[in-house]
């Protein structure tokens, strides 16, 4: 699943400022973990945690946000994500 890339803008001292709201109001993913963790290493076990997976087949939905792309795009060999619809 490819992730676009959002420009920040400068804010104080040069640090990058986050997305407005807008920027994470594109819609919701349905994340299913669909693979084990056994045997993988602890970043991947700690950004499926961030996720809020914990068993195999559990599902959560999240916003689409840069951070939880980023996030699936790190263990995108052991998670399916559907795009959901915006009520």
Same mark, same amino acid.
């Given at each position: 699943?490819?992730?676009?890339?959002?420009?920040? #803008? /400068? @804010?104080?001292? @040069?640090? &990058?400022? &986050? +997305?407005? /709201?807008?920027? %994470? @109001?594109? =819609?919701?993913? *349905?994340?299913?973990?669909?693979?084990?963790?056994?045997?993988? +290493?602890? &970043?991947?076990?700690?950004?499926? #945690? =961030?996720? =809020? !997976?914990? /068993?195999?087949?559990?599902?959560?939905?999240? #916003?689409? %946000? &840069?951070?939880?792309? =980023?996030?699936?795009?790190?263990?995108?060999?052991?998670? #399916?994500?559907?795009? !959901?619809? *915006? /009520?």
């Amino acid at each position: 699943m490819a992730v676009t890339q959002t420009s920040w #803008k /400068k @804010g104080k001292k @040069g640090q &990058p400022t &986050p +997305p407005t /709201k807008e920027a %994470c @109001g594109l =819609g919701e993913l *349905k994340i299913t973990l669909v693979r084990s963790l056994v045997s993988r +290493p602890m &970043p991947q076990r700690l950004v499926v #945690k =961030g996720l =809020g !997976l914990r /068993k195999l087949n559990s599902t959560v939905i999240r #916003k689409d %946000c &840069p951070e939880i792309r =980023g996030m699936i795009n790190k263990v995108s060999h052991l998670v #399916k994500v559907e795009a !959901l619809e *915006k /009520k």
